[in-house]
């Protein structure tokens, strides 16, 4: 016996793909995240390095060189800048 169908349910096909609907949920989606999830987002699709206590100052110093490569190349505010720097920091550091 097949199975029934009721009359809401609506075809894959009877939708256009780039309809009112499809465009008012990625709206929605957009605006649950906020700002600083995008920045986020796009900042660890990056691959930052990440840093961990180390005695030394040599490998402190080479860390944040390139932290400041990779902002100034994203071209991030000062402000995202050091909450994003902070998210990299490992164990004690």
């Known amino acids: 016996m097949l199975p029934r169908r009721g009359r ?3 075809s ?6 780039d309809s ?9 989606v957009t605006r649950r995240l906020g700002g600083m999830e995008l920045v986020l987002a ?3 699709r990056t691959n930052p390095p990440t ?4 005695e030394g100052g040599a490998r ?7 932290m400041e490569e990779l902002f100034d ?11 994003l720097a902070v998210l990299q920091l490992r164990d004690d550091a």
């Open 73 to 83: 190349t994203l071209e991030y505010a000062p402000e995202k800048r050091l909450k």
């Open 8 to 10: 809401s349910r609506r």
């Open 20 to 28: 009112d609907e499809d465009v008012h949920q990625v709206d929605d």
């Open 51 to 54: 840093f961990a206590a180390t």
């Open 60 to 66: 402190a110093e080479a860390w944040l060189v390139q």
């Open 42 to 44: 796009r900042f660890q």
């Open 12 to 17: 894959e096909g009877s939708r256009a793909p």
